[in-house]
């Protein structure tokens, strides 16, 4: 490797370490109604959340984990005012499609591995059962994604994904991935729990080889379902933090 190239690569680093940052809220997308039920409550760590206090979490020991939501993805416009060459768009559903299922996968792991077993993840709702129902509602890449699809360099090649897509997002210039979940009773189908989440792709150095335009995302998919496992198994009172919004990944 030649001095230049690890200056470079140095160099990106210190890009990636100084860009990352917390997303702005997520506006609300009409998937959870009565999204004014929703505040911020700094002893979890997203951005807003609702419980109905007239239920008590330890009266349900399941979870029925649905399949995820997309028609806000698609809904948002952003896909439909940008021509990608290799993503046509049966491809594009196909895409989004794994990225609802690898949403799923994730919560079903997540609580299936918990050391807790806190809930017992089932196929069928019962009376003991919360159903947590989930929609990827934004879903932006970064403008090193985007350029990155499709690219052809002569070198093995890394980007600091730092920039971003082009969208009214007030998250411009970094790309951006938002969820919101809600939580209804096995017995009665009603809502009670909500949560809304958004975060920039962690900042990262990527080998471009292993690039795919919503990859970034798995991080922070992850660690939402690692997140809400340690809300439902925090004692009352306590604090589950926020993960770090850097990270530095290089193949």
């Known amino acids: ?27 609300n997308s009409a998937f959870n109604p009565n999204p004014e039920l929703m505040s911020k409550d700094k002893t979890v760590p997203f951005q807003r959340s ?3 206090k007239e239920h008590d979490p330890n009266d349900y020991h399941e979870i029925f984990i649905a399949p995820v939501n997309t028609e806000y993805i698609m809904a948002q416009g952003f896909w439909e005012k940008f021509n990608l060459a290799s993503l046509d768009k049966e491809k594009l559903k196909k895409e989004i499609a794994a990225l609802a299922d690898y949403t799923q996968q994730s919560f079903t792991k997540a609580f299936s591995d918990d050391p807790n077993h806190r809930f017992t993840v089932v196929d069928t709702a019962g009376p003991n059962t919360l159903t947590l129902e989930l929609a990827m509602v934004q879903v932006v890449p970064s403008r090193a994604v985007l350029s990155a699809i499709g690219c052809v360099t002569s070198i093995p090649a890394v980007v600091g994904m730092t920039a971003g897509a082009a ?85």
């Open 167 to 251: 969208s009214k997002s007030q998250d411009v210039g970094k790309g951006v991935i938002a969820i919101e979940g809600r939580a209804r009773d096995g017995r009665t189908g009603e809502i009670i729990g909500m949560f809304a989440d958004c975060e920039h792709p962690k900042s990262a150095i990527l080998d471009l080889k292993a690039l795919n335009w919503w990859a970034p995302a798995k991080v922070i998919i992850d660690e939402w379902s690692s997140q809400l496992v340690a809300v439902a198994n925090r004692p009352p009172g306590a604090t589950v933090k926020d993960s770090p919004a850097f990270e530095l990944l290089v193949w």
């Open 1 to 27: 490797m030649t001095k230049t190239l690890i200056t470079n690569i140095c160099l990106l680093a210190g890009i990636v370490f100084l860009a990352g940052c917390k997303a702005g809220e997520v506006p």
């Open 50 to 52: 609702y419980w109905n």
